[in-house]
């Protein structure tokens, strides 16, 4: 069982930055594959970055490449996404996810278990 709160969220310029945060907690986090999502008014839920359990590994979504990164810190049981020169269009809310099985790719929504309940990212012109 991993339970996520996300943190960090907010309203921000374009060409700005933000860091978000993803506290973790349970004994299978340090385990698990951990992604971000993000899902904007009226769109579906979409992939923006994934990392594997020790951070070696990283994946990201062609229209963040450059701008934004995901790290961890396994000590701290904790995610991050560095977001710098935001644009209007990564305006949405951004979830955290834990995946608890290999199964699938890690881009697909549906192979993660566990998601935290998001945080607003607002980008303004």
């Known amino acids: 069982q991993v339970q996520l709160v996300e943190s960090g969220g907010g309203l921000v310029q374009a060409g700005g930055s933000l860091r978000l945060s993803c506290a973790a907690s349970?004994?299978?986090?340090?385990?698990?594959?951990m992604g971000w999502f993000r899902q904007a008014p009226g769109k579906e839920r979409e992939f923006v970055a994934a990392?594997?359990?020790?951070?070696?590994?990283?994946d990201y979504t062609d229209s963040v490449k450059g701008r934004f990164t995901i790290s961890r810190d396994n000590a701290k049981n904790s995610v991050f996404l560095q977001m710098n020169s935001l644009k209007p269009e990564d305006t949405a809310v951004y979830y955290c996810?834990?995946?608890?099985?290999?199964?699938?790719?890690?881009?697909?929504?549906?192979?993660?278990?566990?998601w935290g309940q998001g945080t607003q990212v607002t980008v303004s012109l």
């Open positions: 349970g004994r299978t986090f340090r385990s698990a594959t």
């Open positions: 996810a834990a995946r608890s099985t290999a199964a699938g790719t890690w881009r697909a929504a549906g192979s993660y278990t566990y």
């Open positions: 990392i594997n359990w020790n951070g070696g590994t990283t």
